[in-house]
């Protein structure tokens, strides 16, 4: 059982099949969780309905057939979602009343080696703590000998339609006219969001719709640049008015312009933002991380609404949704939240549907708009992509309190004034019309690094003076 430890991470269960991540572990799993679900809900098993889905991974069938196994084994009822992205496994348990959980298997956007669970209670994913104690539970009451389906605790059942459906009543017939390039990466998106879109009135071309877990046209990861190189190509050839690319398990979007420039996840917040800013009666609060430009925290309060700072990971941004009341929240990978006309998970489809929305209701007022005509304040900075520095996982933490250290007894080493100093995550620093992020990677040896500032060389100059101290810390 110690082999499976390091699976149980802090927003799923992943690893690399065969290694990590086994039919005996998901077995188990579904013993563990049933009893996790006994404590907080207080049924018992025949009480529970669950769904489960799972992502196009060669090894997903097999890890679904050993978690049925192991949830019906406890007496639980199983409805099986089959192939389906993620947020149809969120739409399940939000949609069926008699739903308790959905159990999503997946490893999002990692290489075809890998695979994962995602779990649900209550409208949110496991938190942190939440995964410990199922992984306590998994272990205490582990089983060496594994029972077959119960087939008579399990039902079939497609739901795919059924969100399809909804997504029309909710949206009409709003993209006629608007022409969009849809690539899902051989992953779970093709199954949906090809179609939806035609049924709300696109043009849609679509590239690698067919899902194949070994992902061979491309790595299913839209924050990767490199995997844009087909639909940026494909939007440019068709004068598309936009190329919307998933990932994995369809739960990020990455969104492509009319000219095959990929958008940062602050940019495309930002024109969600300033849509929503302006069909609300009321100022909305709306949550973004980090490592997100200043641009989008500046305009989005400049309008009365309010824009609030937290950590990175969509764990988090969940929790200060909820703390805030914030009605859209999103991070810089892709991960976007509705609560506004939705629930409040991340669904790449969805988003999907509100960015069509978006530009059919600003051609009708000008046919020759396009969305980049929306991101206009950002062309008053100069921000750069991430950067990694290598450091070692046990020196990160006190290079990063000498650095802080460093910065407040140094005001002026940036050669610009300092405004603020944040560090809910990390150490941002900000100054009149840019900053310098520095945080910890919570999955690898290095720091993550982001700048912005008035012009290029003004950007690069502080991302040197970091580096430099950086390298004088690291030593």
Known sequence: MQKYDHAFGKNDIRGIYEQDITEELYYNIGIGFIEWLKIKSGKVPSQMTLTVCRDARLHSPKLSEALIAGLTSTGAKVIDLGLAPTPIGYYSEVTMPEVISAMIITASHNPSEYNGLKMTYQHQTLNEAQ??????????????????????????????????????????????????????????????????????????????SEPDGRFPNHHPNPSDLKTLKDIEKSVIENRADIGIAYDGDSDRI??????????????????YAMDLISNCKEKPTIVSEVKCSQVLYDTINKTGATAVMCKTGHGYIKEKMKETGAILAGEMSGHTFFKDRYYGFDDAIYAG??????????????????????????????????????CPNELKKPVLEKLKEYVNANKDMFGVEIKEIVTIDGMRIVFDGGFALIRQSNTEPVFTLRFEAGTKDECENIEKRMLDKLEELVK
């Open 131 to 208: 995964i410990k104690e199922v992984k306590e539970l998994t272990f205490k009451h582990w089983r060496n000998e594994q029972t077959k389906i119960n087939s008579s605790l399990v039902k079939d059942y497609n739901i795919i339609p059924d969100y399809i459906d909804d997504m029309k009543k909710r949206f009409g017939h709003i993209g006629k006219g608007i022409k969009v390039v849809v690539d899902s990466a051989n992953a779970t998106g093709g199954l949906v969001g090809p179609k939806l879109y035609r049924e709300l009135g696109c043009e849609v071309i679509e590239l690698f």
């Open 254 to 271: 990455g969104v492509i312009d009319t000219e095959g420039h990929p958008l940062t996840g602050d940019k495309l917040l930002l024109i």
């Open 353 to 390: 549907c509100r960015i069509i929305e978006i530009i059919a209701k600003n051609k009708k007022l000008n046919s020759n708009f396009k969305i980049q005509d929306m991101l206009e304040p950002f062309n008053a900075v100069y921000t750069s992509h991430e950067v990694r520095f290598p």
